[in-house]
């Protein structure tokens, strides 16, 4: 009776010497997530653990190769016995891909009538992080996750991908267009939107020759096109970003939507901002994180054309950022709500927003601020 009594003693410290262990991995686990993927939306880090195995066993996948070599090197340290089948992302055969589309929707899972997250651009290079199906899950160059249906996009090895963008490309600078088979314009090869880009192939004195990523051809009128080169050789000019922004007034707003078809209001403010060279994050709660800050008492004097605003409310004492629009100076400020349009912060004015001014919280200043989410092209 003693034995067995000490057989249950021992079982019972067992199983508690367990339950603190799994404890400390599950606990590891969520303060990596808290370090390294804060933002779903632009990390992954689905890491889990079967403890029904001995040892146990590391699970999921991630796309954040230092985060899971701490989590390896702490379990080391503990002296607990695992085996890793942890999935390093990207794990595709290609592990990069150009759009080739004029818009590419993009969605929060791999199924069209899953929620539009987000959308880019013909052109646009994204890197794979795996497939499913016929979808990808792909990262876009604002750091972006989401996937991606198989009609939208060349998959390709490294040495395609880089001779592709080797040459320059040329960047169409109108809400909408088409490209051509012919200089002639008889065939329609695609249709266009502010920002598309296509590799450059042959330039002529009023047309100029592209290639599709698909391998496909195309002419394009020269003063409907920008260079890549020269975008990014660009100093900026308060003048051309207003002069984008304005060129866009009327497009539908769409949620998700950051093309010259639809755009929502981050979406729209991310758009402004790439045609004059600067790479903003997707969203109005990410964006709202970058440049520098210089308002948050309605002070209009201290803005200057082309600052971001930002709006939101409270929740459970926790600031939600859920719209952003460009100052254009004088009391305007420009939006996508309902459609992109030019809006008032006066109350006597008869483009009022009361709607957003209720909510009004800070603007920041993108240009010249260098925080670590702003890139230039």
């Known amino acids: 009776m003693r034995n067995l009594y000490l057989l249950i003693l021992f079982i ?14 599950r606990l590891k686990i969520d303060l990596l997530n808290d370090k390294h993927a ?8 689905n890491i889990d653990f079967n403890d029904k195995k ?62 539009l997250v987000s959308q880019t651009i013909l052109g646009t290079g994204v890197s794979i992080l795996k497939k499913k199906g016929e979808w990808y899950l792909i990262q876009t160059p604002d750091k972006y996750i989401s996937w991606i249906d198989h009609g939208g996009i060349v998959a390709m090895s490294k040495e395609k991908y880089d001779n592709y963008f080797a040459s320059d490309v040329g960047v169409f600078t109108r809400p909408y267009g088409f490209s051509y088979e012919t200089k002639k314009k008889n065939k329609v090869v695609s ?8 590799k450059i192939v042959e330039i002529r004195s ?5 290639e599709y990523p698909d391998g496909r051809t195309a002419w394009i009128e020269n003063r409907l096109m920008n260079s890549i080169s020269s975008i990014r050789g660009m100093n900026y000019s ?5 002069e984008n922004a304005h060129s866009l007034i009327g497009v539908p707003y769409l949620w998700g939507g950051t093309s010259s078809k ?9 758009s402004v901002y790439l045609m004059n060279g600067y790479i903003l994050p997707r969203d109005a709660s990410q964006q709202v994180k970058e440049g520098i800050l210089v308002d948050n008492s309605r002070n209009w004097n ?29 009391g305007y400020f420009i939006q996508s709500s309902k459609n992109v349009r030019i809006s008032s912060v006066y109350s006597d004015n008869s483009n009022f927003d009361d709607y957003h001014m209720a909510k009004y919280i800070e603007s920041r200043r993108i240009i010249g601020s260098n925080t670590e989410g702003i890139k230039k092209l």
Not at 191 to 198: I, K, P, Q, R, Y
Not at 302 to 330: N, P, Q, T
Request: glycine share 6%; charged share 25%.
């Open 12 to 25: 019972f410290l067992l199983s508690c010497t367990n339950s603190k262990t799994y404890e400390s991995i």
């Open 38 to 45: 804060p933002d779903a939306r632009v990390a992954v880090w």
């Open 54 to 115: 001995i040892p146990i066993e590391l699970v999921g996948e991630t796309n954040l190769n230092d985060a899971k070599n701490e989590l390896i090197e702490y379990l080391k340290s503990e002296d607990i016995s695992f085996e890793d089948n942890i999935i390093l992302l990207p794990n595709h055969d290609f592990k990069y891909g150009i759009i080739n589309n004029s818009v590419a929707n993009l969605r929060k899972n791999p199924s069209h009538s899953s929620e």
């Open 191 to 198: 249709d266009l939107v502010l920002g598309s880009a296509l």
């Open 206 to 210: 009023k047309h100029t020759k592209y």
């Open 238 to 242: 308060i003048q051309n970003l207003l």
């Open 262 to 270: 639809g755009f929502d209001c981050s979406g729209y403010t991310k």
């Open 302 to 330: 201290l803005l200057e054309a082309g600052d971001l605003m930002f709006f939101g409310y409270y929740k459970d004492d926790k600031l939600r950022i859920d719209h952003v629009s460009i100052w254009l100076g004088d």
